[in-house]
Each structure stands twice: as C-alpha cells, then as structure tokens.
C-alpha cells in the first residue's frame, strides 16, 4: 500500500497562483485551498502537514492568519509548519513572524517543491532544528533584502543572531543522537538539509 500523501493547506487570495501551485503539488501531496485567511484558519486542523501561506491577503493579512494559528492552544496546529510567499522583499518585522521558510514570489516549481520536502523533513525531528531552520531563514531573507552592513547595529537583528549561535551550540550537543533517529535511507538527504542551512557550501 502507498504512504499516505502529506497534506498540504494553500492560503492564496490570486486563483492563478492558486491554481499553479495546486497543480505543481497534486501528484506528491493531497491539496486543500482557501482564498482568504479566515477561511483558511477555518479548514486549518492536527492533519495538516505544511501551509503554504500568502502574506498579502485581503481582509485578514498572513501575518495575522500566522499569529493566531502559532496563538492557538493545540500543539499539534500551532506547531504546523509554515511557508510565506509573498511579492514583497523580507523587512525587519519578519524576526517577529513564526514561519518556517520565506519565500518571494515568482516561484520556480523546482523550488517549491524543494522548500516544502525540505520545512517537512526538518519539523520531523524535535531537537530544535526546525527552530534553527526558521531563524536562518529569516537571517538570510534580511541579509539579501537590506544587506549585513545595514543591519550591523541593528538591536533585533543582533538578538537573532546570538539566538542562532546559541541554538547552534544545542544542535550541536544533540546531533548524534538525531542522527540516531534518521531512517538510512533520509541519512544523506538530511546532512545535505543541515550543510544548507549551517550555510556549508
């Protein structure tokens, strides 16, 4: 019998990106929609893989659809992983938003698909690297939006980064035994994942 699909909740107000991404995922994962953000926290619940979240939503922004659903006493929603797409470039108010992966619109489908395996491989294992995944991400979505020099003297940006190294230090106490818990067949794919996000080219 074939695994069960993943399932995965697109919250995109544009039908044809709507449309596209559905079409670009419905042979590897079970797809729901919702046009708008109310609706979508409505269809949101424990059997939910990922999100796919647009930032720029009418009536209910992504931001205020992240924080209610990170808000809500249930960990087996608040802790879904979540993708933000958006047109926008990152800015500083995104150290505050609890995602798991930025991306900015347009999206290749090569790389959609690779973000979505790569946020669901890593939210598998609860040693805090899902948590060092997400704040590398934003490091880096600042970094390329508004540059390191910029960002220097920056008070948030410094906090993000002594969270990072101090995560860093955990991760790297805990990593044998993560490692311990990785099927050998996901072995290579996850220490490729970890040379992405430790930023080792």
Known sequence: MDEEKKKILIIEDDLDALKLYSEILKRDYEILTAEEGIKGLEIISPQIDLILLDRMLPNMRGEQVLNE????ENPEI????????????????????????????PISPEELRREIKEVISVNKYETGLDEYFSLINKKNALIESLGEENLRNNQKFIELSEEISSLEEELNENLIEVLKDIPPSETERFEKILRKILGDN
């Not at 659903?69 to 809500?72: A, D």
């Not at 879904?80 to 995602?99: E, K, M, S, Y």
């Open 78 to 105: 608040s802790n879904i992983p979540v993708i933000l797409l958006t047109a926008l470039d990152a800015d500083i108010d995104v150290i505050d938003l609890d995602f798991d992966s930025y991306l900015t619109k």
């Open 69 to 72: 659903l990170r808000s809500n």
